[in-house]
C-alpha cells in the first residue's frame, strides 16, 4: 500500500514552552492535556528541563496554547510548524 501524501497526513504544531521549577515532571502536565482531550507528544526536552517543546494536531493547537496559558509555572514561549524553527527560537531564549 503506497504512503499517504505529505498533504494527507495532517498538519501539525510544535510548541516550545518554559516550565518553571513548580511542576516536577512533564507528566503532570501531559496528563493535564489528556484530561482536556488534547492529545500532545514530547518532542524535546532541555538538559535542564526547563524548556520543552510539544507536538500538537493544528486542530488542538489553539485550545493547548489556551490551557498552557492557564495553568502555573508554565510559559508559552514560541510555536510553529516547524521543529527547528522552535529549537532555534529556544535556544536564543536560553542563553
Do not use: P
Not at 501524501?5 to 518553571?20: M, T
Not at 518532542?43 to 496554547?65: C, G, M, P, T
Request: charged residues 35%; glycine residues 6%.
Amino acid at each position: 500500500m503506497a504512503r499517504k501524501s505529505k498533504a494527507a497526513r495532517g498538519k501539525r504544531r510544535w510548541v516550545g514552552i518554559s516550565i518553571d521549577g513548580e511542576y516536577s515532571s512533564i507528566d503532570g502536565l501531559i496528563k493535564r492535556t489528556a484530561e482536556n482531550s488534547i492529545l500532545v507528544k514530547v518532542a524535546w526536552v532541555s538538559s535542564d528541563a526547563k524548556y520543552i517543546i510539544l507536538e500538537v494536531r493544528l486542530e488542538h493547537y489553539r485550545d493547548l496554547v489556551r490551557l498552557l496559558d492557564d495553568q502555573q509555572g508554565v510559559t508559552t514561549v514560541t510555536s510553529s510548524g516547524k521543529i527547528r524553527l522552535v529549537k532555534e527560537r529556544l535556544d536564543r531564549n536560553c542563553d
